[in-house]
């Protein structure tokens, strides 16, 4: 029978001191003396990489980006030379390989860069071999061959590309958590680790806030297919699988409540209801790379003027209302409330698409406990609202019980 | 005119925190308006180096070599990104280099690996385009295209062959202290910095425990006649000049003093005088890689046994004996007396060539201080001691007094 091949992916929490990257070098021994084949995919040891960009923001934040990735990337060299010597000092056979050393292609958007080709050819010659490869995440090379970088939590993006490429069995992502939760922790006790999850929950939770994979490496394993294990670097159990489809007897409408309290809310009073005022308005923050999130537009009552309300992230704030005074005059807006005190508030799930009652539950639900709606804005699988972030606290705990998500699964 | 072409290294002391690099990097802004063309060769940051031992000393100090470079010479990575960064901003085109962006093409002695070639070709062009070089120094790359170092203190190996091809003017080795000083200034107050100095000089001084330049470095730019300059890179004074031949007009005998109190002395009594003896002893030595220093045989009154002394690193001393002892039965040895407790003490000068009484005037100094002399090696421009290292202080002090080394040099 052909051997397994495992992806291991192992974050810079994972690997912040001596004992952490012994404990993962014994769980890739283990698994390699299982009967798998495994290519590992390591960070940067703990905060290295934030100890790196803070010796670079003391310099020039907005420096060549090419000396940026230079400088960020030697973060991983290190781990990975590190994680290689340990495996070799507990009997397996094990080589570090850096983005240019396999190679890894991107192209030249340093900073950002996107993998454009994985030399595996090398790669399956070096497991055939019986060597296990311990490859730096998060780094790559451009035609220029100069070192690139593929963005902050690049090394998962690095492992599901690996393991796309490799057509892998499946891809462990290890973290210092013990897998995706229903919600944060910190906030409500009862939060429950999730068991399975779908790449559209995944990359729905991610993208409302919840710091658990990159969602490009989501949306990667998603295109290929690849099943992802979100699962804990220190404790033996299991974790949180993403696959395409999760098992339809698990019934559950809700599957995750994500919230993130960085957002801000502008309101435009008076802008003139015409063809063209909103690609103005939105292109003038476009052109300053500010994103904008949630938005909407009231009606018109007189067919002259309405009022447009957004969202951006709290740190854009200050330049996006900057950025809108600038064609105040010209667009003919009347006047700019910009709110710092907001939050957004999501519930994810994939059985919300077959359950139209969802929505009516959830706003019901805050309306009880008087939360007000700013806010709303929905996709298939999603429900966001925006509310005022002293509610927060609040917010994420009724909702949590009203959805039932610290019970037993029903399976 | 041509412009002159400098190479300037930069040490991890003068790295060691962004007031620091700036401070560098304003100093190779200054080098390059002033009409010259600079390479810049950077060490890693401050202790960085010694951080990434520790962790190997962690995990296997006699692991792969092939990994342990890849992990050391990440640190060598960063620093020339950073101080790129940092020349840019400052309108300085500049750009980092990695060992194997060039290539410098080394041996597979990973660890300790030799400089075999350095495609200087592709430098010139950089250099005519006006891209100053950032060179990570300390590091290359093997031809099975895995990263290599060249040993402790290496990027001064690098700078000094960088301008040997490059055939620079001269290259200039940034430090933490003024030059290099007629002894140790925590030992004597009155030590003074010394102008300049010959290659052999500063090598025997080297040789003796001196840790001003990698010997190495110092041995290939007597090779290539590269003018060197040892600096502070925090004060604006000149520093020590090194070249073939000191200027003939500073009278001066002795140029300095230097000592290393690392020493060990091992006494065999009894060794019976016939040939390939000698060769049995320290066969064994070398056969466990330990570095015999100093040598003195008694002669053999009875023309049968004789006492044999010599010295080897403290570290060395347990395993010494271990490997003597081993051989003592057959060898026919009576007895072994160790000492860790003695020191050697040198004075070095190109002016010793020429004047005889220099040792007799060292040994009259000592002995009226009533401090005993062990053993005595000299060459054509060193005499050193072994004395007991109770004496250390006082003896250093009584010659540097002795030999006017705090004195104005004579013109």
Redesign the interface.
């Known amino acids: 029978m052909k051997k397994k091949l495992i992806v291991q992916k192992f974050g810079g929490t994972s690997l912040s001191n ?1 004992q952490k ?1 012994q404990s993962a070098a014994n769980r890739i021994k283990k698994k390699i003396k299982s009967g798998c084949n495994v290519v590992v995919i390591v960070s940067a040891l703990g905060k290295t990489t934030d100890y ?1 960009q803070s ?2 923001n ?3 934040i907005n ?2 980006a ?6 960020l ?3 991983e ?2 781990s ?3 994680m ?3 495996l ?2 507990i009997g397996i056979n094990a ?2 390989f ?1 983005g ?2 396999i190679p890894i292609l991107t192209n030249k958007s340093y900073g950002k860069a996107k993998i454009l080709d994985i030399n595996v050819n090398f790669l399956k010659q070096i497991i055939k071999n019986g060597v296990t490869p311990i490859i730096a995440g998060f780094q790559g090379i451009s035609e220029e ?3 690139t970088t593929i963005g902050r939590g690049g090394s998962d993006t690095t492992a599901v590309a690996i393991a796309s490429k490799l057509h892998a069995d499946r891809c462990e992502i290890f973290t210092d958590v013990d897998g995706v939760f229903t919600t944060d922790p910190r906030y409500v006790k009862k939060a429950k680790k999730i068991n399975n999850l779908t790449y559209d929950e995944i990359l729905e939770m991610a993208s409302v806030g919840a710091q658990v994979l990159e969602p490009r490496s989501v949306s990667l394993a998603k295109k290929n297919n690849v099943p992802l294990i979100v699962k804990s670097s220190f404790r033996n159990i299991e974790g949180t699988n993403i696959s395409k489809a999760r098992k339809i007897i698990e019934k559950r409408n809700v599957s995750g409540i994500v919230f993130s309290k960085n957002d801000s809310k502008i309101t435009l009073l008076g802008v003139p209801d015409k063809p063209g005022v909103a690609a103005k308005i939105f292109g003038s923050l476009a052109r300053k790379d500010i994103n904008v999130d949630m938005i909407v537009q009231n009606i018109s009552v007189d067919g002259k003027f309405s009022d447009l309300t957004f969202t951006v992230s709290e740190n854009d704030l200050f330049r996006a209302k900057k950025s809108i005074n600038k064609i105040k005059k010209e667009v003919g807006i009347k006047n700019i409330l910009p709110d710092s005190k907001v939050a957004k508030l999501s519930i994810v799930g994939i059985g919300m698409r077959t359950n139209a009652g969802i929505a009516e539950e959830m706003f019901k639900a805050l309306a009880k406990e008087k939360i007000n709606i700013d806010l709303i804005s929905t996709s298939e699988i999603k429900i966001s609202v925006l509310i005022s972030r002293k509610h927060i606290l609040k917010a994420v705990n009724v909702l949590h019980k009203v959805f039932k998500l610290s019970d037993k699964i029903k399976k």
Chains 1, 2 share one sequence.
């Open positions: 001596i990257i790196l010796l670079i003391k310099i020039d420096g060549d090419r000396e940026i990735d230079t400088i990337s030697s973060g060299q290190a990975s030379g590190l290689a010597l340990f070799n000092k080589r570090s850096l240019w050393q061959l100069r070192i």
